[in-house]
């Protein structure tokens, strides 16, 4: 399966700063998506990330709070904006290779702190 | 949409022993089920996943059984290991879509 870089791997921040996750896929994907998960909780996806267009995002995530680039079939970024310490959470990029009902698979994640 | 219930939150095991987490789904339009590990600290591994045209899927103390009619799946380990202690998560994805939905997961715990 595809390897997928994610950094950072883990930040401490200040509230009302704002940071941007990086997802880097060592092949080119179908899909990457963008999920958050709480401590303790399970996976909530935030948005579907779209090679050169804008993300598909879901119910209760906007594109103000969490604004999404993939410039390519291989890349993509999350940024977390304006943060609280509400945005504390593991921040995960996915991605599925090739057509039909492939599987998903996860990276490291980015474990957020915000102050 | 689609609604994946998982149970049970927690399980504890005696090492050796059997252990059996289950989900049910509410589409019927779901076709693929994924069973996802995760350790502390790591990412979502996918372990196994099944489709609905199949019933039974093993690999080697891992099975997963899917019954289409009742709209469950559940994840069988046999012979449990410490290793295998991690929280499992369950999936459903309908036909045509790429974006499953995700249980809330199951934290086992296997006691040596």
């Known amino acids: 399966s595809a390897v997928i870089s994610q950094k950072p791997s883990r930040d401490i921040c200040q509230r009302g700063t704002s940071l941007t996750i990086q997802c880097q896929v060592d092949?080119?994907?179908?899909?990457m998506f963008w999920y958050r998960q709480q401590p303790g909780q399970s996976l909530t996806l935030i948005a579907t990330a779209n090679q050169g267009s804008e993300a598909t995002y879901e119910s209760g995530f906007v594109i103000d709070k969490f604004p999404i680039s993939r410039p390519n079939l291989t890349f993509s970024t999350l940024t977390v904006s304006n943060m609280s310490p509400e945005d504390s959470s593991i921040y995960l990029c996915?991605?599925?290779?090739?057509?039909?009902?492939?599987?998903?698979?996860f990276g490291d994640g980015t474990r957020l702190s915000i102050l | 949409g689609e609604n994946v219930e998982q149970h049970p939150s927690t399980l504890s095991v005696q090492e050796g022993d059997s252990a059996v987490i289950k989900c049910t789904y509410s589409?019927?339009?779901?076709?693929?089920f994924p069973w996802y590990k995760q350790e502390l600290g790591k990412r979502p591994q996918l372990i196994i996943d099944i489709r609905s045209n199949v019933g039974e899927k093993k690999d080697q103390r891992i099975a997963v059984t899917l019954n289409k009619t009742a709209k469950h799946f559940s994840l069988h380990i046999t012979e449990t290991q410490p290793e295998d202690s991690a929280v499992y998560f369950c999936a459903a994805r309908p036909g045509g879509s790429y974006i499953p939905t995700f249980g809330r997961g199951t934290s086992l715990i296997v006691h040596p």
């Open positions: 092949s080119q994907v179908t899909m």
């Open positions: 589409d019927s339009a779901s076709n693929y």
């Open positions: 996915s991605v599925i290779t090739g057509q039909g009902s492939q599987p998903q698979h």
